[in-house]
């Protein structure tokens, strides 16, 4: 069975170059067949470890004159079904989304496109499945590569590219951080090059420094502030099906790292878990307080993704203290919290984006401002918006609460018996989480009113109409799963304790909490009951009442019109930055009344907002050396004489230095 | 289920006391203190009127607060009677769940399109985004004290007999006051008996509600009020005392909470608009210094 699957699995990746010679009307649905297949034979793989909780190692290909291995065991299991999940709703999703580029780009650039995604898909799978440095790294390369491509598919536009350059730029910095990592604990220990060889060295060494090599180069992928200057630029320009995948799955590649390294560390937890903690902290505020500013609905989304990164290393941090500190319920809670909000995030997450991406492909503008009253033009698109809203800011009954139930329940529950630094460490953390959820929820009440709510801001919105049912059937495939495990989180509970199982061995607090989540799901079955009394009530009194339809009250304003009065985004962001203007960087574009102006003549007003962290780590940085270099550059003049005369110096001072002896 | 009926009850006199008190400083002839009630009787023999701005948000909004007030009830204990559900970590979910109601609040403003409504939105997703914390920190606070983390189970330990626990009680109670004053959009962060548009927060979001839904809207704040009034009893409320004792000092402190929150809508001010940040993030400020007093009586910080 085993070695029908994996030679199924070599079939499927080779096919993948059929891609290119498939006539252009099947391009869509060979990708489609590949990846269901992909899906099917790597979920059949994490299902059976899964239920078994044990490693399955399978020989794979030979590779450097040995055998390389497809290594599965339950944290990689978790992560194939999510990354195969959101694989499948994004290429379902992708024939409807790229309807309107089929006559724009040949047969080739589809071909090239498809192949891609379809790479991206493997490349992920593989990423979780190898252990050996070497080839892990490799496939790592291929993942930010196939992603790139997806990125600059609308290659035409010259933002994208630049912007599909920062990417690749920042993912080979990261590359380089691993390579490093790796690298530094196969010279100092001499094991094997791979995840295991780790174990060697973190067992005789001081763990952080290595781990803090390896947390930079996954964190560039995961996008923890401050390594997370890409993500919202390369989300907004990757068409939807992409930045739905990409910030649903791929990033989370990075968090897969980072676990992975922590599986290998036992002593010295502290630092680190305190370091994850305080780094996610500080993701999760300014993630959530740079989206309230944006005006671009995906780059918002984006900065969400920053957020809930954060809300997963607060887990995955809390988990470490627990296991450095010795309180098991925080940290099977914590890890628990954690690992679960990987998978509501991917589930929301691309929700998100494929409804925004839907907006994107009747309006053509991702700019909310010029966008409004969409509810009533898109009714299913707008409440499945709403749906990943609610469950992204964490409300019951929906997913988002559960996870974060989970971080909440264990920081209560170790308060009491934690030391006097834990015990700070967690007033911090949940007043943290708090805040996030709080800001979250100020964040999407803004988008969604904005977007969808009101009326019509521009005249883009007058042609819009609902989407098509391939763009909506990933939506309805993703809802139902939102609200499964919001509504019965319990089926989820032992999977989970299997997960973490590889990081402590005492997941009993996991199980007492079973009550508690039959209990959560009563509570949330009581709240529906409850709604439905009010409402056949309400019905039952309207029908012996009149019901009338007017315009909306304009406060005894005979001109209101909501149209034109109608709150904006950054009209309902503006207290908000207020608060926080050094942290969101909101610069004001507008000409003050002067005193002596009875008549004032109409103004213009603008606000743009600039990422911090990439003004002072990045574009500053560059630009002084791009100073340095242009300075260097006058010895570039084009003329070959002076080139030959550079030789000749560069010759004559060789020999010089070897004249005197100094080299 | 008793529990249940006390807050029921409670809540139906509430709003009845702050505004007899309201109207006696006043020197005005005081209403009846069933006097809200008549006012949501009357609503609920009206019909209403929907924008036409609005869509079937807007319609399930007010159902969906009212429900999820409704619920967060059930979590609530008085004194030692049991409330109707309870589970580790329910004061998680009783926050989420009334920020869902308000979530939905917030949107249903949103969709009238009037500028007015969504000035009152946006300043009420504000202030409840910064009274969040507070809440937190002072349920974390209970949690480090007596180790416990349910609503119930939380109150049922809570023996404050040092002198140092009084200062706990003391200050969880002013905080809950004012927390109860922010989350019903009352004294001193929003006036609901101001008269202009632009400097209301609560009032403003609903006035396009009519009829059935502005009665639900309506007793949404008599429960809250009553919720939070409960809260404040559970720190003064110990269980050994007898039954007829706890129900008399819940109604006692009902009462006097309703009293108070008349007193100071009659003597207060409203806050400056743009002071209002300053002065919920303070409730936080207090609710850490309440975590610290804790850490000192559980003996984790050593003073000598």
């Known amino acids: 069975?085993?070695?029908?699957?994996?030679?199924?699995?070599?079939?499927?990746?080779?096919?993948?170059?059929?891609?290119?010679?498939?006539?252009?009307?099947?391009?869509?649905?060979?990708?489609?067949?590949?990846?269901?297949?992909?899906?099917?034979?790597?979920?059949?793989?994490?299902?059976?470890?899964?239920?078994?909780?044990?490693?399955?190692?399978?020989?794979?290909?030979?590779?450097?004159?040995?055998?390389?291995?497809?290594?599965?065991?339950?944290?990689?299991?978790?992560?194939?079904?999510?990354?195969?999940?959101?694989?499948?709703?994004?290429?379902?999703?992708?024939?409807?989304?790229?309807?309107?580029?089929?006559?724009?780009?040949?047969?080739?650039?589809?071909?090239?496109?498809?192949?891609?995604?379809?790479?991206?898909?493997?490349?992920?799978?593989?990423?979780?499945?190898?252990?050996?440095?070497?080839?892990?790294?490799?496939?790592?390369?291929?993942?930010?590569?196939?992603?790139?491509?997806?990125?600059?598919?609308?290659?035409?536009?010259?933002?994208?590219?630049?912007?599909?350059?920062?990417?690749?730029?920042?993912?080979?910095?990261?590359?380089?951080?691993?390579?490093?990592?790796?690298?530094?604990?196969?010279?100092?220990?001499?094991?094997?090059?791979?995840?295991?060889?780790?174990?060697?060295?973190?067992?005789?060494?001081?763990?952080?420094?290595?781990?803090?090599?390896?947390?930079?180069?996954?964190?560039?992928?995961?996008?923890?502030?401050?390594?997370?200057?890409?993500?919202?630029?390369?989300?907004?320009?990757?068409?939807?099906?992409?930045?739905?995948?990409?910030?649903?799955?791929?990033?989370?590649?990075?968090?897969?790292?980072?676990?992975?390294?922590?599986?290998?560390?036992?002593?010295?937890?502290?630092?680190?878990?305190?370091?994850?903690?305080?780094?996610?902290?500080?993701?999760?505020?300014?993630?959530?307080?740079?989206?309230?500013?944006?005006?671009?609905?995906?780059?918002?989304?984006?900065?969400?993704?920053?957020?809930?990164?954060?809300?997963?290393?607060?887990?995955?941090?809390?988990?470490?203290?627990?296991?450095?500190?010795?309180?098991?319920?925080?940290?099977?809670?914590?890890?628990?919290?954690?690992?679960?909000?990987?998978?509501?995030?991917?589930?929301?997450?691309?929700?998100?984006?494929?409804?925004?991406?839907?907006?994107?492909?009747?309006?053509?503008?991702?700019?909310?401002?010029?966008?409004?009253?969409?509810?009533?033009?898109?009714?299913?698109?707008?409440?499945?918006?709403?749906?990943?809203?609610?469950?992204?800011?964490?409300?019951?009954?929906?997913?988002?609460?559960?996870?974060?139930?989970?971080?909440?329940?264990?920081?209560?529950?170790?308060?009491?018996?934690?030391?006097?630094?834990?015990?700070?460490?967690?007033?911090?953390?949940?007043?943290?989480?708090?805040?996030?959820?709080?800001?979250?929820?100020?964040?999407?009440?803004?988008?969604?009113?904005?977007?969808?709510?009101?009326?019509?801001r521009t005249a883009k919105v007058e042609p819009a109409t609902e989407v098509g049912a391939s763009m909506l059937l990933p939506n309805f495939m993703i809802g139902f799963m939102i609200v499964l495990i919001g509504f019965v989180p319990v089926i989820f509970m032992q999977p989970l304790a299997t997960i973490i199982g590889v990081f402590t061995s005492d997941t009993a607090a996991l199980h007492e909490l079973i009550p508690t989540l039959n209990k959560i799901s009563l509570s949330s079955g009581v709240f529906i009951v409850i709604i439905g009394i009010v409402w056949l009530l309400r019905a039952w009194q309207q029908k012996l009442q009149t019901v009338k339809q007017g315009p909306t009250w304009g406060c005894a304003y005979a001109g209101a019109n909501p149209a034109l009065h109608q709150y904006t985004a950054t009209s309902y962001a503006d207290n908000y930055v207020q608060l926080t203007s050094k942290l969101v960087n909101v610069k004001k574009d507008f000409k003050e009344f002067g005193e002596d102006e009875i008549f004032p003549k109409p103004r213009h007003f603008e606000t743009h907002s600039s990422d911090v962290f990439e003004d002072v780590l990045i574009t500053r940085p560059t630009n002084k050396i791009l100073t340095w270099l242009e300075k260097i550059a006058v010895f570039q003049t084009g003329k070959i004489q002076h080139y030959l005369l550079y030789a000749l110096v560069f010759l004559a001072l060789i020999f010089l230095l070897t004249y005197f002896n100094l080299i | 289920m008793i529990s249940l009926l006390l807050i029921l009850i409670?809540?139906?006199?509430?709003?009845?006391?702050?505004?007899?008190?309201?109207?006696?400083?006043?020197?005005?002839?005081?209403?009846?203190?069933?006097?809200?009630?008549?006012?949501?009787?009357?609503?609920?023999?009206?019909?209403?009127?929907?924008?036409?701005?609005?869509?079937?948000?807007?319609?399930?909004?007010?159902?969906?607060?009212?429900?999820?007030?409704?619920t967060a009830m059930l979590f609530i204990p008085v004194g030692s009677q049991k409330s109707i559900l309870s589970f580790q970590g329910d004061f998680v979910f009783f926050a989420y769940l009334l920020a869902f109601g308000k979530f939905m609040m917030i949107v249903a403003a949103m969709d009238t399109g009037s500028g007015f409504e969504g000035m009152g939105a946006n300043r009420e997703a504000l202030y409840s985004m910064l009274v969040e914390p507070a809440f937190f920190i002072l349920m974390g606070s209970q949690a480090l004290f007596t180790g416990y983390v349910s609503f119930q189970d939380l109150f049922f330990h809570l023996h404050l007999s040092s002198q140092l626990s009084y200062i706990i009680g003391l200050a969880s109670i002013y905080v809950f006051v004012y927390i109860a004053m922010v989350e019903n959009s009352r004294m001193p962060v929003d006036d609901p008996k101001t008269h202009l548009e632009l400097t209301m927060v609560h009032e403003v979001m609903v006035l396009d509600n009519s009829g059935f839904d502005l009665a639900l809207i309506h007793i949404g704040t008599w429960l809250k009020f009553s919720i939070y009034g409960t809260l404040i009893s559970g720190f003064v409320i110990q269980n050994s005392w007898s039954w007829y004792w706890q129900v008399a000092t819940f109604f006692g402190i009902m009462a006097a909470f309703a009293a108070a929150v008349g007193l100071l809508e009659a003597f207060r001010a409203r806050n400056k608009m743009e002071k209002n940040p300053q002065w919920i993030l303070m409730l936080s400020a207090i609710a850490v210094v309440i975590f610290l007093t804790v850490l000192i009586i559980t003996q984790k910080i050593i003073l000598n």
């Open chain 1, 1 to 456: 069975m085993d070695s029908m699957l994996i030679v199924l699995f070599k079939i499927v990746i080779t096919l993948s170059l059929a891609l290119f010679v498939v006539p252009r009307r099947f391009q869509y649905y060979s990708t489609l067949v590949l990846h269901a297949a992909l899906a099917f034979i790597t979920s059949i793989w994490a299902l059976n470890t899964l239920a078994a909780s044990s490693k399955q190692s399978l020989a794979f290909i030979p590779f450097l004159g040995s055998t390389l291995n497809i290594e599965i065991d339950p944290l990689s299991s978790f992560f194939i079904l999510v990354v195969n999940f959101t694989s499948i709703t994004g290429i379902i999703y992708a024939k409807g989304y790229l309807q309107s580029y089929l006559n724009k780009k040949n047969k080739m650039e589809m071909a090239w496109h498809f192949f891609n995604f379809l790479w991206l898909h493997i490349s992920m799978l593989l990423v979780l499945m190898l252990h050996d440095a070497l080839a892990f790294l490799m496939i790592w390369e291929i993942m930010s590569l196939s992603s790139f491509f997806l990125v600059i598919f609308e290659s035409e536009k010259k933002e994208t590219i630049k912007i599909g350059i920062k990417y690749l730029i920042q993912m080979h910095v990261g590359l380089v951080f691993l390579m490093l990592a790796f690298i530094l604990a196969y010279v100092q220990t001499g094991a094997e090059f791979s995840f295991e060889g780790l174990a060697v060295y973190f067992a005789s060494h001081n763990p952080f420094g290595l781990f803090l090599l390896f947390f930079i180069g996954f964190g560039i992928k995961a996008g923890f502030i401050p390594l997370h200057s890409w993500l919202p630029h390369a989300h907004p320009a990757a068409p939807s099906h992409v930045s739905g995948v990409m910030s649903g799955v791929m990033i989370k590649m990075g968090i897969y790292g980072i676990l992975r390294v922590l599986m290998y560390i036992h002593h010295d937890l502290l630092d680190i878990g305190i370091f994850i903690l305080t780094i996610s902290l500080a993701s999760g505020l300014i993630g959530v307080s740079m989206a309230i500013v944006q005006h671009d609905v995906k780059k918002l989304l984006a900065y969400h993704s920053i957020e809930n990164i954060g809300i997963i290393g607060i887990g995955i941090g809390l988990g470490v203290i627990g296991l450095a500190e010795n309180i098991p319920v925080l940290a099977v809670l914590g890890f628990g919290g954690g690992i679960l909000h990987i998978l509501n995030h991917s589930l929301f997450k691309s929700l998100l984006f494929y409804t925004a991406g839907a907006v994107y492909t009747q309006t053509h503008t991702r700019n909310i401002e010029q966008l409004g009253g969409l509810i009533k033009k898109m009714p299913k698109t707008a409440l499945f918006f709403l749906l990943g809203a609610l469950a992204i800011c964490g409300l019951p009954p929906f997913n988002g609460f559960i996870s974060e139930f989970l971080i909440y329940v264990g920081m209560f529950k170790s308060l009491h018996t934690a030391s006097l630094m834990a015990d700070t460490v967690l007033l911090l953390s949940f007043s943290g989480l708090a805040i996030i959820g709080g800001l979250a929820i100020f964040c999407f009440t803004k988008v969604f009113s904005i977007i969808f709510l009101g009326t019509a």
């Open chain 2, 10 to 70: 409670a809540a139906v006199f509430f709003i009845g006391i702050v505004i007899k008190v309201k109207a006696k400083i006043a020197a005005r002839k005081m209403p009846s203190v069933l006097q809200p009630v008549y006012d949501v009787i009357r609503l609920f023999r009206k019909g209403a009127i929907y924008s036409t701005t609005t869509s079937i948000l807007f319609r399930v909004a007010p159902l969906i607060y009212f429900a999820t007030i409704a």
